[in-house]
């Protein structure tokens, strides 16, 4: 395994780069000198690093939601709606699923299918096949910083194109853009096309020019317990910030029991911190994105918007610096504009109500910051042992071990032992614990906490827990009770 969490030299991307640009006709258009001056050219208004750390150092939560259609001029209608009629702070391109499997030609065939039946027969916004110029048109026809989100195991070329096209953001990482998205791409190749991103990513910064990096927190989006998603958060952050990133975005997914949601935000950006000092890695702009409930939602609109005031309420009183938003039809399919709009606007009624709130620190929530902080660092350290000190290395040989273990994933490079479970109060915790390094006390925590809601509903803990809280937020609860 040459895999190496060094810096790749300059021979070693070049080389790459070369082959990268040729993987279709519109990135001969890429010019790294040029896009420099285009990335310079840009106000500081639409750059995603210098708005997060102005929130930040206001204590904003801003609002982002998602889309992406296949057309240029209704991509451009579509986030100046999202802009204008639902306020979004910052926005996205939602890239379609065909791209993310670097399948340009049938990328292709859906533009021209959706212009000739006069709507988007793509998830998204194809910007590898329109380019660098429609990019930087895209750019400019909004007014606020405008982020690449999408799931992407090779995503070399959307990074050169999109970034090269006045994007400020690039969402994703080898780990959290495998395990979730692929059933069999090796982690070691994806964390080698992601370092090339964000080595990409430092020939900018070297020259100046701030992109920030969006490791995708919620992994499955099923019951990931903070731990797991914040080892690979943090995992994507290390790996990220020694190929040059200068600005991090860590990311987590709604789970749903508050005081838990807002320990996690508390305590991934203290994790980050410490592991990148512990790694003799230089300091960078740290951020939280919260991302409102990933799993599935009900069908009727006002109990989605119940979903979505939940999320946008924990994202408030965890001070998260950047909450994604879901709209009321989740259920159905890609939302219409309108609806897109709806989310981001509850969303943003309820950030503005608690801007002054915050969530006291009581002995419940000082408990959950110890717990994460003791999980997290249980399964990072032995990740670390695993690599002899190489998070790249350690990463490929955690997840051979089941050390890293994302619950529900479709990749075979997933041990999927462990198995999580609501405890009575709607915290994830885990029922079975595969082959994750946590000690007797850690354990005996979670066991505890289950067998308490096994008590209170009268029946031992099983995976039928399991099946009734994967389905419990869509029946209008948080825990899946039985009948
Ligand atoms: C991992 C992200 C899943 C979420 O991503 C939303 N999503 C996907 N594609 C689009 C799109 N083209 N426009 C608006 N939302 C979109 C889904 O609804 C889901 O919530």
Not at 145 to 167: M, N
Not at 181 to 205: A, H
Not at 417 to 430: E, F, M, Q, S, Y
Request: glycine residues 10%.
């Amino acid at each position: 395994m040459d895999l190496t969490v060094r810096q790749m030299d300059a021979e070693e991307f070049q080389r790459q780069r070369q082959e990268v640009l040729g993987q279709w006709q519109t990135g001969k258009d890429v010019f790294f000198e040029e896009a420099v001056a285009y990335q310079k050219s840009l106000p500081k208004s639409k750059i995603f690093a210098e708005k997060l750390a102005e929130g930040k150092e206001k204590g904003i939560t801003y609002a982002q939601p998602r889309a992406g259609v296949a057309l240029i001029s209704e991509h451009i209608e579509l986030l100046r709606f999202l802009q204008d009629e639902g306020g979004a702070d910052f926005l996205p391109s939602t890239i379609d699923s065909y791209t993310r499997q670097n399948r340009y030609t049938e990328a292709q065939a859906g533009i021209e299918e959706s212009a000739m039946i006069g709507r988007s027969m793509l998830n998204g916004f194809p910007a590898v096949n329109h380019g660098v110029a429609a990019c930087r048109q895209v750019v400019e026809s909004v007014q606020v910083p405008v982020q690449v989100r999408h799931g992407t195991p090779d995503a070399r070329l959307l990074a050169e194109i999109t970034i090269a096209g006045g994007f400020t953001d690039y969402e994703g990482g080898g780990i959290s853009y495998n395990i979730p998205y692929s059933k069999d791409v090796s982690i070691e190749s994806t964390i080698k096309y992601w370092q090339y991103v964000d080595r990409l990513i430092g020939l900018y910064e070297e020259q100046g020019v701030k992109i920030n990096r969006e490791p995708f927190g919620p992994l499955t989006g099923t019951l990931v317990p903070p731990a797991i998603s914040h080892a690979v958060a943090v995992i994507e952050g290390i790996l990220a910030v020694a190929q040059g990133v200068r600005s991090l975005t860590l990311g987590y997914g709604q789970c749903g029991n508050l005081i838990q949601d807002v320990a996690a935000l508390h305590t991934l950006p203290v994790l980050a911190e410490e592991y990148l000092a512990k790694l003799g890695l230089p300091k960078v702009m740290i951020t939280t994105v919260f991302h409102q409930w990933m799993g599935g939602f009900p069908q009727d609109e006002a109990k989605a918007f119940g979903v979505i005031s939940w999320g946008a309420v924990t994202a408030a009183l965890g001070k998260a610096s950047k909450v994604i938003v879901k709209t009321p039809h989740e259920a159905l399919g890609i939302p219409t504009k309108e609806a897109n709009a709806a989310g981001i606007r509850t969303t943003k009624q309820i950030l503005t109500m608690l801007k002054d709130q915050s969530l006291p620190m009581t002995p419940e929530l000082a408990l959950e910051e110890d717990m994460i902080l003791a999980e997290t660092r249980a399964i990072l350290d032995r990740v670390l042992e695993l690599g002899e000190g190489d998070a790249a290395v350690g990463t490929v040989r955690a997840f051979q071990a089941g050390v890293i273990d994302v619950p529900f994933a479709p990749s075979r490079y997933n041990a999927g032992k462990i198995l999580p479970a609501r405890d009575t109060t709607g915290a994830v915790r885990l029922l079975d614990f595969g082959n994750i390094p946590f000690d007797e006390t850690i354990k005996e925590f979670h066991r505890e906490r289950i067998a308490q809601r096994g008590r209170d509903e009268d029946r031992d803990p099983s995976f039928q827990m399991v099946i009734d809280d994967i389905y419990a937020i869509g029946k209008g609860m948080l825990v899946g009770r039985p009948r």
